[in-house]
């Protein structure tokens, strides 16, 4: 008699989700900091809602939930930017990029609430390489870690080096940045010469990796930021990525390729665009395939197997999922009264 197979494992696909994950704590990117000028205001899609993205006269970017705590118009559909303040279009309450209620111009008392406390949610914003960044928590907790120094970003000079890009994937964060830890796949799916031995190490919200005995080094700083560095024949580009969830399963990935300012005509210069070209996977000759062309199709289809069936050529995927843990966090959930408004504040 045969004996009798494990039908789970056979039946699960049909359970699994695409992307099971609410959208993680961490600094997102939102956009360039030169698209946005003093007094203006625009809507944004990202972590699953839309803001108001705007920059007060005096320059200070600010985030911001888009319906107004006082009778819910939404900010980003009439609404301005007045000095450091974003006013709403329906009764011009005032708001500060912290989210406190300024100005109630007419009335003789604000809400007491508004003393005590932020009552429009912004998300902490600080810009850095060029560009803005927010931080998304869930429960609305402050930042517990910082945007790293990234010189190849930051120095006036010594870098070039211009090109980025970006593309949308249909997946969720944690599926396109566990690619990093995946190594036996750069052969498979990327047609790489052999499986490259991968190092993780784990310290907080960093993830410090190194691909290759040194080929690829870098860090990921929670889910939003990843640097790697690659170096051949001697000389290093930077692949500096900056992904956001759209919604719980739409990521926008953002790349910025940089390298040292090398004089024009060098063999440095030569081989620094080339890896670059190779990371997009459009050098010209090369067998590999870049992540644009092949793992979107991946991604853009595959259901997250919370159980792999793992084999020992697996790069450290396990432990990977478990650091990337520490960046979910549940909303608290509240259910609005509708039937039985609070009554009005007591003169
Ligand atoms: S709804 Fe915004 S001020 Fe009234
Ligand atoms: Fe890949």
Not at 164 to 170: E, K, L, V
Not at 283 to 299: C, M, N
């Amino acid at each position: 008699m045969s004996k009798p197979i494990n039908l789970k494992i056979l039946l699960e696909s049909k359970n699994l989700e695409r992307a099971p994950f609410p959208i993680p704590v961490g600094w997102f990117f939102v956009d360039f900091s030169d698209t946005l000028k003093p007094g203006e205001l625009r809507n944004v899609e990202l972590l699953g809602q839309e803001w108001v993205l705007f920059r007060t006269e005096g320059g200070t970017a600010g985030l911001s939930d888009p319906y107004c705590p006082h009778l819910g118009a939404h900010m980003g559909h009439g609404g301005k930017v007045c000095g450091e303040h974003l006013r709403c279009p329906f009764h011009h309450w005032e708001y500060n990029t912290e989210g406190w209620c300024k100005s109630v111009p007419y009335g003789k008392r604000k809400p007491p609430i508004t003393n005590l406390q932020p009552i429009l949610r912004t998300l902490p914003v600080v810009e850095k390489y060029g560009m803005i960044w927010c931080w998304h928590h869930p429960a609305c907790e402050a930042p517990t870690w910082e945007l790293p120094y990234i010189p190849e970003m930051e120095d006036a000079t010594g870098f070039a080096g211009n090109r980025r890009g970006s593309w949308t994937a249909n997946t969720c964060v944690q599926e396109i940045a566990e690619n990093g830890v995946d190594t036996a796949h750069l052969k498979f799916l990327h047609n790489a010469p052999i499986i490259p031995p991968v190092e993780a190490s784990y310290d907080g919200p960093v993830m410090t990796l190194n691909i290759g005995q040194g080929y690829i080094v870098g860090k990921s700083y929670g889910p939003g930021l990843n640097v790697l560095r690659f170096t051949q024949e001697g000389v290093t580009a930077t692949m500096m990525s900056y992904t956001v969830p759209i919604t719980k399963d739409k990521t926008q990935m953002n790349m910025s390729f940089r390298h040292v300012a090398y004089p024009e005509g060098t063999k440095e210069l030569y081989v620094s665009k080339k890896i670059i070209d190779h990371m997009i996977g459009a050098a010209e000759g090369e067998e590999s395939a870049g992540f644009e062309s092949v793992d979107f199709i991946v991604w853009n289809n595959k259901k997250y197997r919370p159980n792999p069936l793992l084999c020992d050529g697996d790069g450290p995927v396990i432990q990977f999922r478990q650091w990337f843990k520490q960046f979910y966090v549940e909303a608290p959930t509240f259910s609005p009264n509708v039937a039985n408004p609070a009554p009005a504040e007591a003169a």
